[in-house]
């Protein structure tokens, strides 16, 4: 199983970004997604995560109502969508998966190489 992350950059207070994860290899019959990020000096954290299907999806209290988690199955893609960003939210976003919803790391068996955001004030 392979992931893929992408979609950072370098952009201002309030601006948006989407970041994308695209899965392929051989993946489990049913797998979830998860974004979680990693600020400089600090551990990593869970982000968001959601179901194959799309029909299950939740979003850590520091994003919510800003970042929206989606997937495309036609494309094997999971994207974060990153509304009203602040520089706090300036990190290395890893995608993962695993074989149920979950918020914590070692739930996830395979990762991403990780992109990086920042945000400037």
């Known amino acids: 199983v392979q992931l893929q992350a992408s979609g950072g950059g370098l952009v201002q207070a309030g601006d948006s970004l989407r970041l994308s994860c695209t899965v392929s290899?051989?993946?489990?019959?049913?797998?979830?997604v998860g974004w979680f990020r990693q600020a400089p000096g600090k551990e990593r954290e869970f982000v968001a995560t959601?179901?194959?299907?799309?029909?299950?999806?939740y979003h850590a209290d520091s994003v919510k109502g800003r970042f929206t988690i989606s997937v495309d199955n036609a494309k094997n893609t999971v994207y974060l969508r990153m509304n009203s960003l602040k520089p706090e939210d300036t990190a290395v976003y890893f995608c993962?998966?695993?074989?149920?919803?979950?918020?914590?790391?070692?739930?996830?068996?395979?990762w991403g190489q990780g992109t990086q955001v920042t945000v400037s004030s």
């Open positions: 290899g051989r993946t489990p019959s049913n797998y979830v």
């Open positions: 959601i179901s194959q299907s799309g029909s299950n999806s």
């Open positions: 993962a998966l695993a074989q149920r919803l979950a918020t914590v790391q070692y739930a996830y068996d395979y």
